[in-house]
């Protein structure tokens, strides 16, 4: 399968010949670096290269803390991690579903009624934005599947 910083650069020109057509799908080919399929890998993925050059240690160390128990439980390469569309769902929920709780408990503890900051955020993952960000991830994902399959097959 190809290298990390393959995938990277697979992502990254996706986002640049996608950018002129929709800026957000364009962002979230470009997330395709740090919501890789290989989150999976429990020593870690390239995407942490990547944080620690750009924001440092710490900000790597604390994503990586968030993802390890997706690591640990998602077997590498596996149809949740690797399939597209149910790849990118898997994983846009795991970091979601903590943001939804969040919101939920802080507008209950807030007003009493947890839903209307549950449903604001709700609506904003049905959005157009939020959907073209989805898709954009999705092709990303769906790129580094294929030429997953395609290197392997190679060798």
């Known amino acids: ?10 992502s990254a020109w ?43 240690d710490f ?3 604390v994503w990586w803390a968030f993802w390890l128990p997706y690591a640990k439980i998602m077997p590498h390469r596996s149809i949740a991690s690797h399939f597209p569309l149910l790849s990118t769902a898997v994983r846009l929920v795991y970091v979601l579903l903590p943001m939804l709780l969040i919101t939920y408990a802080v507008g209950y ?6 839903a209307p900051l549950a449903e604001q955020l709700f609506r904003f993952l049905t959005s157009p ?16 599947a294929v030429a997953d399959v395609v290197v392997s097959a190679v060798r």
């Open 1 to 10: 399968m190809p290298s990390g910083k393959t995938h990277t650069k697979m």
């Open 14 to 56: 996706l986002a640049v010949g996608l950018a002129p057509v929709s800026p957000t799908a364009a962002l979230g080919c470009l997330s395709g670096v740090l919501l890789s399929p290989d989150l999976d890998v429990d020593a870690g993925y390239y995407g942490l290269h990547v944080l620690r050059t750009i924001w440092g």
């Open 59 to 61: 900000v790597a160390d």
């Open 109 to 114: 503890m807030t007003t009493g009624a947890g």
């Open 129 to 144: 934005p939020f959907l073209k960000f989805a898709a954009g991830l999705a092709l990303s994902d769906t790129v580094h």
